[in-house]
């Protein structure tokens, strides 16, 4: 480590001087103390990926100094559930729960006698639909892990109503299923049992299939790239991604894969792929249309996505000013309701901007986002989170930062167990 920790800093020294930048300048570029940038250089401290980044950009190195930083060690995720094969809670807290979700809009429990119509088994559809798009608001205000288990409950009992209609119905309720299933897994991953999550998506799959849907294979890999991502490998998440950039699938899916595969780019430092990635996923996610009454794949609350992620990346790529632009004009039109896409990207923005050196404005926009993240309670939120946290802690004695602080570290606690 000490060895890797030198060759940066002596390639760091290289490109500095390259670029005509004395230690002083560059430390303002990036926002870093002068003394730690020396110490980086001459292998003294270990260069975060953060810095990496940052130097990165500022030097034009093109990723070179982004893949010679040690990768900064993810926080441990929560292990599977052993009382629970799928890693959801335990099966009477799960019936409870969904007993009162299925009662409240009168539909049918999957135990007992029912009419095997066709007339029944579409009033089945229309109510599970109906309670899936209300699953998912529940999603964006609750802690994960307080919606996966009706989610898990659900995913079963419409594969048992299945049984019990007509052909043309089953298979709807059981695409359905598939989508349930597949959300369950994206909740998972927000509940940090990475595990799970995958378990999920492959019951996903393997429903979704049933039904000769095999499209949802290829969006699986779109999330299963969002987990390599999260575990900082950049590698796996543009290979992963490209296997679903196949012609013959829709536009959204081809879509959200190329956006994935940028997010992946930009990870490895590669500016030029990653903006490629980006308008390619732009021109697609336009031209997708829905030709199907299933839920909508991806996220709903984004009015354009890829102008989304295009800042969510340019943080990756170390251009948090550019970063800081687009995320405060994408922030601005999320809806009042969807607090965990509020956490999501506002965070992201926050870190953005204290990444830029504006720490008096990323600590009040922490401070505002705080009591959002403390309720959705995200895994994945709080790797942001944590960069957001390090990055305001070099400036331990900003009254803004002060002000914050034992709110953030709360708010850090009980989601890094």
Request: hydrophobic residues 40%; positive net charge.
């Amino acid at each position: 480590m000490q060895e890797q920790s030198a060759g940066f800093g002596s390639e760091l020294r290289r490109a500095r001087i390259a670029a005509g930048l004395t230690l002083t300048e560059l430390a303002a570029a990036v926002h870093y103390s002068k003394g730690h940038i020396s110490k980086v250089e001459t292998g003294g401290k270990r260069p975060t990926s953060e810095l990496a980044r940052l130097c990165d950009a500022t030097l034009n190195a093109h990723g070179a100094l982004a893949s010679l930083a040690p990768a900064h060690p993810s926080a441990p995720r929560n292990p599977p559930d052993d009382e629970s094969e799928d890693g959801t809670m335990p099966p009477s807290r799960r019936r409870v729960m969904t007993a009162g979700a299925a009662s409240l809009l009168g539909l049918p429990q999957a135990t007992g006698p029912s009419d095997p119509s066709e007339a029944l088994g579409s009033n089945l559809l229309e109510i599970s639909h109906a309670l899936f798009d209300q699953y998912r608001r529940l999603g964006q205000m609750s802690p994960a892990d307080t919606v996966l288990p009706v989610l898990a409950e659900q995913t079963q009992s419409l594969c048992s109503l299945a049984t019990r209609t007509g052909p043309r119905t089953a298979r709807k309720l059981r695409g359905l299923a598939a989508r349930y299933a597949e959300y369950a897994g994206w909740m998972a991953e927000e509940a940090g049992d990475d595990g799970a999550a995958l378990r999920w998506t492959d019951r996903a799959v393997d429903l979704a299939e049933a039904t000769g849907e095999h499209d949802l294979a290829s969006y699986a890999l779109v999330r299963r790239a969002l987990i390599t991502y999260y575990q900082g490998s950049a590698t796996d998440t543009i290979a992963l991604a490209a296997r679903a950039r196949s012609s013959r699938l829709p536009a959204r899916i081809r879509g959200l894969a190329a956006q994935r595969e940028a997010q992946g780019h930009a990870l490895a430092g590669d500016y030029d792929a990653c903006m490629r990635g980006l308008d390619t996923a732009r021109e697609l996610l336009a031209a997708g249309k829905r030709d199907t009454d299933a839920p909508v794949l991806g996220t709903t609350h984004l009015g354009d996505p890829a102008a989304m992620i295009t800042g969510w990346c340019l943080v990756d790529l170390g251009r948090p000013r550019e970063a800081a632009e687009h995320l405060d004009r994408e922030c601005a039109r999320i809806p009042g309701h969807a607090l965990r896409t509020q956490a999501r990207y506002g965070v992201r923005r926050a870190l953005a901007h204290a990444l830029a050196g504006e720490i008096d404005h990323a600590c009040e926009l922490t401070g505002r986002l705080l009591r959002t993240t403390d309720c959705v309670g995200s895994a994945t939120i709080a790797t942001d989170l944590r960069r957001l946290a390090r990055t305001l802690a070099r400036h331990p004695r900003r009254p803004a930062y002060l002000a914050i602080s034992p709110h953030l570290t709360a708010s850090l606690t009980p989601l890094a167990r």
